[in-house]
């Protein structure tokens, strides 16, 4: 599947490298040397309560304002986000993920106060990138929730920056903790989620990317 098999490229340059991660098995597929994500192999890669695809749940509703809908969808997955890092986060400590890492070689930063991207451990990164997110869709000049207010001219380069720190806590997951949502039996559920992510970043770029 390509949004799996885009996450994946992510730590492409690392493959090189011998994979020290728990969380990584030996393809059965191809060469046996090779090694992949745990995400990325079967039968994991495909698990998903939904199959076919995501168009009539991703496409916004007839007469529904499509900044309306984007604004929906941004608020219901950042809730959701954080719900399942909720679950996990007892497992991404400061021992386990000294950096906000997506792979080996790929290394997330945050901006410190002078602007300079910082390296931090992913507990404190993404709780940075929480809280930032949340002040963001609660600050009615970005996200105005009354009849009367336009959406601003930043609104859709807002929801981008969202999006993209939203992406990056999935990358996390997938590559540093998928063996706990295994252990957890979400691994249906989270890759549903994962790709009605994509899907609907996927649609709103391809119908929608003008506004
Ligand atoms: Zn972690």
């Excluded at 986000?81 to 386990?96: A, K, M, P, R």
């Excluded at 992913?122 to 990138?129: N, S």
Aim: hydrophobic share 35%; glycine share 4%; with cysteine.
């Amino acid at each position: 599947m390509s949004f799996f098999n885009s996450l994946g490229r992510i730590g492409r340059n690392s493959n090189r490298q011998k994979n020290k991660s728990t969380s990584s098995t030996t393809s059965a597929i191809g060469n046996s040397s090779v090694s992949k994500p745990l995400f990325l192999c079967q039968p994991f890669v495909r698990t998903a309560l939904l199959k076919g695809s995501f168009k009539t749940i991703v496409d916004p509703p007839k007469y529904v304002d499509v900044k309306e809908w984007l604004a929906l969808n941004v608020f219901e997955f950042f809730n959701s986000l954080n719900q399942f890092y909720g679950v996990l986060q007892e497992f991404c400590s400061l021992q386990t993920c000294p950096t906000m890492s997506a792979g080996p070689g790929c290394d997330y930063t945050w901006p410190d106060a002078n602007r300079r991207q910082i390296r931090l451990p992913a507990p404190h990164y993404i709780e940075y990138l929480l809280s930032w997110t949340n002040e963001r869709l609660n600050d009615e000049s970005i996200f105005p929730t009354k009849a009367s207010q336009e959406f601003p001219g930043v609104f859709t380069n807002n929801v981008k920056a969202i999006y993209k720190q939203m992406f990056r806590v999935f990358a996390h997951i997938y590559h540093n903790h998928f063996d706990k949502i295994l252990h957890l039996s979400l691994e249906a559920h989270w890759n549903s989620f994962f790709a009605h992510f994509i899907s609907f970043g996927k649609a709103w770029n391809e119908r929608h990317g003008k506004y």
